[in-house]
């Protein structure tokens, strides 16, 4: 029986892409050779991968205004080091929301000053900050958009004259927003895109070029653009899943029709957080994550009971990261509303039970 996937990634995908990319795997587009031992010079993998980046592109609206997108490797941990490779030359400022923008400051700190332009670290990163300043001569301006661990999203992006940088690792293709407010955009493919392997980095070019240090071709957003995201094998499968998931994504009305889906599921479960007298909600209310709902309970003596009954129901996934403890139900793009209720029957039958 198929679970009911809450996990926070690698994630749930769309079933028909599961289906058509085992089919891959067997024989790839009826050439009698499977996905997984194409070259990735072949005409047949450059028109995979010249597509995602394209649809990639147009699902976010940046098609024609400047930007490229790139599929690479090393995951968001990777762009966290190449953002300020590539950009920092003196000072650069980050808005420091949890566990992934600390890390990329530790990173950014080897090129350069950074500016903490704000931290939300002394409530344990429940909420995102607001109110306050960038510095008019950063060289950018990094945030997290989402994040994971503690059920935060970023609800609007602060107007500047810096060049931003987001990583949206968790939250790319889920909303709508002016993504030309945004000068580089990255995320790891293993939430809302595909399997992990692949790391999705969108580029306005005009903001290279600016830092006086020789790039390592590898860590060269440059030398990527040029050589087309094959500068190095890419991830072929990785990509070829991204692509049937962008696709799926444009069949299903693109990111307008999916935010919509979205806001139901959180809905959906933030009403029941609130109302039930056994849980509660670890994120700001104005801060919550449509992507990733953490809560606790508000008895531990209930606590084996819940994990018991959740398990029996077939979710998978519900724990909570271990800085946060409780539990965490990631609604990615490809989770269905059912699975939303499910969760919901469970926490009502608790509440029955108790």
């Not at 968001?76 to 920092?88: C, D, I, P, V």
């Not at 070029?209 to 440059?222: F, H, L, N, T, W």
Request: glycine fraction near 6%; charge should be neutral.
């Amino acid at each position: 029986m198929k679970k009911h996937n809450f996990s926070a990634g690698p994630c749930i995908l769309p079933q028909e892409v599961f289906q058509q990319a085992s089919q891959a795997v067997l024989d790839f587009n009826d050439s009698g050779l499977s996905i997984l031992e194409i070259s990735h010079r072949s005409p047949a993998f450059v028109k995979v991968i010249e597509e995602a980046r394209n649809l990639a592109l147009e699902l976010l609206n940046l098609q024609n205004k400047g930007y490229k997108a790139l599929f690479l490797q090393g995951g968001a941990s990777m762009q966290f080091l190449m953002t300020a490779y590539n950009l920092l030359n003196k000072k650069a400022a980050y808005l420091n929301t949890g566990t992934w923008s600390s890390k990329a400051i530790k990173e950014a700190k080897l090129f350069g000053e950074v500016i903490e332009a704000a931290s939300s670290k002394d409530k344990n990163f429940n909420y995102i900050p607001a109110d306050y300043s960038i510095p008019e001569d950063a060289d950018y301006f990094h945030c997290t958009s989402n994040n994971t661990i503690f059920g935060t999203q970023m609800k609007s992006f602060p107007q500047t004259e810096v060049p931003v940088v987001c990583d949206m690792s968790s939250d790319i293709f889920s909303r709508v927003l002016d993504f030309s407010q945004f000068d580089l955009i990255y995320a790891g493919a293993q939430k809302n895109m595909g399997p992990a392997g692949a790391t999705l980095v969108v580029i306005k070019e005009e903001i290279l070029d600016k830092v006086k240090r020789e790039i390592p071709s590898m860590m060269s957003y440059k030398v990527h653009i040029e050589k087309e995201s094959m500068f190095n094998t890419p991830p072929v499968y990785a990509v070829y899943v991204s692509l049937l998931t962008l696709r799926w994504l444009k069949s299903r009305g693109g990111i307008s029709a999916v935010e919509e889906r979205n806001a139901q599921k959180a809905k959906l479960v933030y009403d029941e957080i609130d109302r039930n007298p056994l849980f509660k909600g670890f994120a700001a209310v104005e801060d919550r994550s449509a992507m990733n709902a953490t809560f606790n309970l508000t008895d531990e003596s209930n606590k084996d009971k819940f994990d018991e009954m959740w398990k029996e129901a077939n979710i998978n996934g519900l724990s909570g990261h271990r800085s946060v403890g409780g539990y965490r139900a990631s609604m990615y793009n490809a989770l269905p509303l059912e699975s939303v209720q499910v969760l919901v029957d469970v926490m009502q039958n608790l509440e029955k039970k108790a």
